[in-house]
């Protein structure tokens, strides 16, 4: 089993779809809650977070320097998971390192 260096740096970014469920996925925007939050505040957006589909990326960073980075996508016909997400991109990025 892969486990994170106490010493390493990860950084993770959750990435949601943004838009109504009728919209055509091509109209579809993929942020950041942040982003998103930012966006509506300034243009008082109707559109929503949609609970289908996601992007998670990860990337682990040694303190020797070296560097690895891990995706889990969420298909749009599934719901998404914050966590399960996290665990596959996380996995993904260890593997990098071997």
């Known amino acids: 089993m892969l486990k994170i260096p106490p010493d390493a740096d990860v950084k993770i970014r959750h ?3 943004i ?3 009728t919209d055509d996925p091509d109209d579809v925007v993929v942020m950041t809650r942040g982003e998103y939050r930012r966006k509506k505040q300034q243009a008082g957006s109707r559109a929503g977070i949609l609970p289908h589909g996601g992007v998670t ?4 960073t040694l303190p020797d320097g ?3 980075s891990g995706e889990a996508v969420c ?3 599934e719901n998404y998971s ?3 997400g996290r665990m596959i991109a996380i996995g993904r990025a260890l593997k990098g390192l071997e």
Request: hydrophobic letters at 20%.
């Open 19 to 21: 838009g109504s469920e």
């Open 82 to 84: 914050r966590s399960l």
């Open 66 to 68: 070296r560097r690895s």
């Open 75 to 77: 298909s749009r016909r």
């Open 15 to 17: 990435l949601r779809y």
């Open 57 to 60: 990326q990860v990337t682990v």
